[in-house]
């Protein structure tokens, strides 16, 4: 039995065909999936009994289950959700001035062996599978319509939870189809979507070209030494081969690619590093996130002071560079990547 979310309305459409049905039940089938929320094929009632029945006995309609859920005093909510295979990943439900920003998972674990990151220090399981990767979005949906909030509140994703989005490549484009199907799918704006990379720049291209979404990159060092120290996955594709991708990325005449640059203590947080990062990304259309380092006991890094941050960030804007630093939210609830999964498996051991 196949989980249906595992289908784009393309390919469900393709199915209903080869079973004698209609290609356009597959939309019908899509809005109660994804937009009235249906727990069951039974539900579907503008659908007849004979397809229903079909339905059920080739497809099961499932979701996550919600092992724990952590709220953080700014009200970020944290998930951790278990698979039907045991694993566990994580989503972070973050509530913005008007809307909610979710920000996904797209594998078990990472390959990537990122030094500052937790997620790294368990290696890779899998790859979420598209069901996997949608339904958090779906069940984080389903979660704000049971505390009567409207589900399309949650209108941003960014693909910056556990594992590498561009490593799971084709499970990634068929969940970013069913995320920006505007017409029966979950409606997201492709500006709203954003897909983050440790740099896998032969990816990077093929994403401009298959979608819309924005781009981000975990950039993290101006200089090749220190960026392979901190991300191994450098020493195949360094810093000027990233850039080249990033410079050449189709995208919208007014859209920028964010750089992320997590700021540790005495490794990348100096003057010069701020002004070398002005000149890198000067060719390109880009605005600078700065994340504090997120300290965890897994590693010897240490966030910088507020005042070294702060003159950081006044070296970029000093210069016309578009930057800030991301409000740290969810730091009570350890919301930075992998750090409830890692607590929750500490216990699990103890
Ligand atoms: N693999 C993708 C997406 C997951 S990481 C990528 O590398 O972009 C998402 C973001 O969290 C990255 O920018 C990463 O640099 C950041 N991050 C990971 N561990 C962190 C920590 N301990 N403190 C702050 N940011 C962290």
């Known amino acids: 039995m196949k989980n249906i979310q595992d289908y784009t309305r393309e390919e469900l459409a393709k199915w209903l065909e080869n079973k004698g049905s209609r290609a356009f039940r597959a939309g019908q089938i899509f809005k109660w999936i994804y937009l009235k929320q249906a727990n069951s094929f039974d539900e579907m009632t503008d659908l007849g009994k004979e397809l229903r029945c079909l339905l059920s006995e080739n497809f099961y309609l499932g979701r996550l289950v919600l092992e724990e859920k952590q709220v953080s005093s700014d009200t970020t909510e944290k998930f951790l959700f278990r698979l039907n295979d045991g694993n566990h990943i994580e989503s972070v439900l973050i509530p913005e001035k008007d809307h909610f920003t979710l920000c996904v998972s797209t594998q078990v674990g990472c390959a990537m062996d990122c030094k500052f990151c937790l997620t790294a220090k368990g290696g890779i399981i899998r790859n979420l599978t598209v069901a996997e990767i949608i339904s958090q979005v779906r069940d984080a949906r389903f979660y704000l319509l049971q505390k009567n909030i409207e589900p399309l509140k949650l209108s941003n994703i960014v693909f910056m939870g556990m594992g590498e989005p561009l490593a799971n490549y084709d499970n990634l484009i068929k969940s970013l189809r069913i995320i920006m199907d505007t017409d029966y799918g979950m409606k997201f704006a492709a500006r709203r979507v954003t897909v983050s990379t440790s740099g896998l720049v032969p990816k990077i291209a093929q994403l401009g070209l298959d979608t819309d979404v924005n781009l981000a990159i975990s950039l993290n060092a101006t200089d090749d030494k220190t960026r392979s120290q901190l991300m191994p996955i450098n020493n195949k594709y360094p810093i000027s081969d990233l850039l080249e991708a990033c410079r050449k990325f189709t995208m919208k005449p007014r859209n920028k690619i964010t750089f992320e640059y997590i700021l540790i203590q005495g490794i990348n947080d100096s003057k010069e590093d701020a002004l070398k990062l002005v000149t890198l990304l000067s060719p390109i259309r880009a605005k600078v996130n700065l ?35 991301r409000k740290s939210k969810g730091a009570d609830i350890s919301a930075a990547c992998g750090q409830l999964k890692a607590k929750m498996i500490n216990k699990k051991d103890q």
């Open 291 to 325: 994340i504090p380092f997120n300290e965890h006991e897994a590693s010897p890094f240490k966030r910088p002071a507020p005042k070294q941050i702060l003159a950081f960030l006044q070296i970029l804007l000093d210069r016309d560079m578009t930057a800030m630093t």
